[in-house]
């Protein structure tokens, strides 16, 4: 089993920025593929960003693109969501999500652990 446990959500202003944690135990995270989901309540989770293995290869959705930042830390095994320039339509719950593939696609449903997610407001 992977547990994740994020962190680092919060109250911000329009134009603030937040850093938002995944610190993962159990299982050799170092291999897993790792990515960050965001959900309104009553609409579907979506994605956010995403980071392979080695860190080396990352994805985003186009919402985000420029203002957020995926990297990982194997050593700690922890990843992280720089998200600088918020908008007030960055408002959801955060989820870190994790699987043991090389890749994955920027569908929840593929992904086989989750965290218990951290709220992020961003005040216009």
């Known amino acids: 089993q992977l547990q994740l446990v994020e962190s680092g959500g919060g109250l911000v202003q329009a134009g603030g920025s937040l850093r938002l944690s995944c610190a993962a135990s159990?299982?050799?995270?170092?291999?897993?593929?790792t990515a960050w989901f965001r959900q309104v309540s009553g609409k579907e989770r979506e994605f956010v960003a995403g980071?392979?293995?080695?860190?080396?290869?990352?994805s985003y959705a186009d919402s985000v693109k420029g203002r957020f930042t995926i990297a990982r830390d194997n050593a700690k095994t922890t990843v992280y969501l720089q998200m600088n320039s918020l908008k007030p339509e960055d408002t959801a719950v955060y989820f870190c999500?994790?699987?043991?593939?090389?890749?994955?696609?920027?569908?929840?449903?593929?992904?086989?652990?989750w965290g218990q997610g951290t709220q992020v407001t961003v005040s216009s």
């Open positions: 999500a994790a699987d043991p593939s090389p890749y994955v696609g920027p569908v929840a449903h593929e992904f086989d652990y």
């Open positions: 159990g299982r050799s995270f170092g291999t897993y593929f």
């Open positions: 980071i392979n293995w080695i860190g080396e290869r990352t």
